[in-house]
T-cell receptor, first 113, second 112 residues
């Protein structure tokens, strides 16, 4: 089975802190994604990566950056956390070719105080 | 980028009744479409996906979806709701650049 693992289930950080959310997948998938999930807004794409060191902005990249130095790992970075970044963050991965679905991690619930 | 719109943020049905969750896509060409389910405090899991050639797609747990190009729709149905179907359902589209965009979700409540 595909496994997508997010490093933390719950995080509490202070305003202004630099925050790292880590995601690892074990199926050699080319694509990896970061979404945030908020009630009534569904999943909004922050960034995605289609290869090592390659990234594309999604719908809401402001205040975030990403890093993909190895194929299996995709990190989301909040440069200076703010209270409006309190949310559930979901990582996903998928194969690069064909009608491939995305596989999701369990999510990280981040609270910025 | 292509997008999807889910009509109705909340749907409530009685146990045993038909479930109909609506999704419309924005593209003029048949896209790659998916339905996912999220049970409380769990991650998203795939229900079904659209592959070209078959307009009726069967998924897990008795769900199915019909692709209608003329209506740019991909609605999810289940003939008879069960209490265990209570969850949030998301429609998604995969774009040609491989990103995936999701709808706002529909929360399904099943009444006894």
């Amino acid at each position: 089975d595909v496994k997508v693992t997010q490093s933390s289930r719950y995080l509490v950080k202070r305003t202004g802190e630099k925050v790292f959310l880590e995601c690892v997948q074990d199926m050699d998938h080319e694509n990896m994604f970061w979404y945030r999930q908020d009630p009534g807004l569904g999943l909004r794409l922050i960034y995605f990566s289609y290869d090592v060191k390659m990234k594309e902005k999604g719908d809401i990249p402001e205040g975030y950056s990403v890093s993909r130095e190895k194929k299996e790992r995709f990190s989301l970075i909040l440069e200076s956390a703010s209270t409006n970044q309190t949310s559930m963050y979901l990582c996903a991965s998928s194969q690069g070719q064909g009608i491939a679905e995305a596989f999701f991690g369990q999510g990280t619930r981040l609270t910025v105080v | 980028a292509q997008s999807v719109t889910q009509l109705g943020s909340h749907v409530s049905v009685s146990e045993g009744a038909l479930v109909l969750l609506r999704c419309n896509y924005s593209s003029s060409v048949p896209p790659y479409l998916f339905w996912y389910v999220q049970y409380p405090n769990q991650g998203l899991q795939l229900l079904l996906k659209y592959t070209t050639g078959a307009t009726l797609v069967k998924g897990i747990n008795g769900f199915e979806a019909e692709f209608k190009k003329s209506e740019t729709s991909f609605h999810l149905t289940k003939p008879s709701a069960h209490m265990s179907d209570a969850a949030e359902y998301f429609c998604a589209v995969r774009n040609n650049n491989n990103d995936m965009r999701f709808g706002a979700g529909t929360r399904l409540t099943v009444k006894p």
